[in-house]
């Protein structure tokens, strides 16, 4: 094998490299126009849209790793589905598919997951991964942040680790976090809201009225994907994610509106 001649560097200036540039980033987001909380299919799409338009887009993922539910088709087979006319966001994405019959795609999922996620990063999204949502930022009866610690911080019991949270300003909150609905049961802790939670699997139905069912649920929240059908009790869909990139792009479609206001 030929040797390779890296470059003279230190440790020590690797780890101000990391620290630097993390700091300043992280700085840079603590005001933005969207934070969008959580980075599957639905949120990714929606941050993909929103940067892509110019707008100031952070994403919160409690995980290490982006995608959600969108690495696998479903049943641990990574084969994923999407049915017309969800098809024309492979094509946008550049994911190659098959049509398996009429008004049915299938993708490879790590191929799909992954020119998603180069989407959205490419379109100049920032991304806070490890980070998990503590609560929502209230003024005056409107959603006006988040309030974020580490994954790992909000993992150790309390009386261990009480180490405070911090918070994060922006005009408008997405809650992508799928069936948990994170962000809306912050609000449903307070009254504000009463989730349904979720109905039972009918995926021609389901479909539909999520992507209709995308809106602002209360001033300064937009709900996207599964989050949907668990604020307003519309039926699951299972391992079909046409569904979960149109609603986010009808998530980051109804965000623009808003910050035009
Ligand atoms: O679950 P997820 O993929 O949500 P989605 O975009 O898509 C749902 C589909 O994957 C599938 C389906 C229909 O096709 O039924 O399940 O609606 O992605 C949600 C992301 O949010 C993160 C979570 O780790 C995941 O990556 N998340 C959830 N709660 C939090 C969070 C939280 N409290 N803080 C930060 N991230």
Known sequence: MRSVEFSHV???????????????????????DVIIVGGGPSGLMAGKELASKGVKVVLIERNNYLGGGFWLGGFLMKKLTVRAPAESILD?????????????????????CSKLIAATCDAGAKILNMVSLDDVVL???????VVVNW????????????IDPVSLESKLVIDATGHDASVVKKLEERGLFKTRGQGAMWV???EN????????????LIVTGMAVSTAYGLPRMG???GAMLLSGKRAAEIAIEKLKL
């Open 10 to 32: 230190s440790e020590s200036q690797i780890t101000r490299a990391i620290v630097d540039e993390f700091a300043k980033e992280f700085e840079s987001y603590v005001e933005s």
């Open 92 to 112: 946008e994405l550049g994911v190659p598919y098959k049509e398996y019959s009429k008004g049915l795609y299938v993708a490879d999922a790590p191929h799909a």
């Open 139 to 145: 003024h005056n009866e409107q959603v006006s942040g």
């Open 151 to 162: 994954t790992a911080v909000s993992a150790i019991p309390h009386e261990i680790a009480a």
């Open 204 to 206: 021609e139905k389901s």
């Open 209 to 220: 009225l999520v992507v209709a069912h995308v809106s602002e649920l209360y001033p300064g």
């Open 239 to 241: 391992p079909t994610f």
